[in-house]
Structure formats: C-alpha cells, structure tokens
C-alpha cells in the first residue's frame, strides 16, 4: 500500500495550489480518504475528506469555500485544490485511507 502526496510549495497570500494524493495497492473505492495537515507546534487536524460510500465530502470550517477535495479513480488520485490561500493555511498536508499516510507535502504561504 503506498499513498503518495504532491502538488505542495511556496505561493503567496490569496494564491492556489493543488495537491494530489496517489494511492496504490488497494481498491481505491474500498476506503474514505481525507487530507489533514499540521502546523508547525500545532496537532494535526483534519482538513476535507470525501466518503467512498455516499460521496459526501467534508470540509473543516476554515477552509470552506476555498478548498475543494475531488478523486479520479481511473488514477487512483485524489485532490485538494486550495484556493484564496492565508498565511495559517500553511502546513504539511498528509493524506489518509485505508489506515495509512502519506509522507506529507509542504504548503508554505508568504506574505
């Protein structure tokens, strides 16, 4: 099982980016997968995630109506697109499912 983010750097204030989240050696539909992220001295927390049962997505209140979460499962990848970026969205952002996580992409937003 691997689950591999990308998609993260440095953009300003107000800026986008769009994370992609790669999974490999699982059914890709079996599992609910989310994006999470930490800041630094801060405890990870969950930031969107999108049910393989009903489809229904989640979003945390802070980044509702900027963050969108979407999957193709012809490429087993899911995606954050995160737009009208701030300064306290910047974190690592991990990806979860099926028990697992990601190594982390690092989104830095600058003044």
């Known amino acids: 099982v691997r689950i591999v983010e990308s998609g993260g750097g440095v953009v300003q204030a107000g800026g986008s980016l769009r994370l992609s989240c790669a999974t490999s050696?699982?059914?890709?539909?079996?599992?609910?997968i989310g994006w999470f992220r930490q800041a630094p001295g801060k405890e990870r927390e969950a930031v969107s995630c999108?049910?393989?049962?009903?489809?229904?997505?989640y979003y945390a209140d802070s980044v509702k109506g900027r963050f969108t979460i979407s999957r193709d499962s012809a490429k087993n990848t899911v995606y954050l697109q995160m737009n009208s970026l701030k300064l306290e969205d910047t974190a690592v952002y991990y990806c979860y499912s099926g028990g697992r996580w990601g190594q982390g992409t690092q989104v830095t937003v600058s003044s």
């Open positions: 050696g699982f059914t890709f539909g079996d599992y609910t």
């Open positions: 999108l049910s393989n049962r009903d489809g229904i997505r």
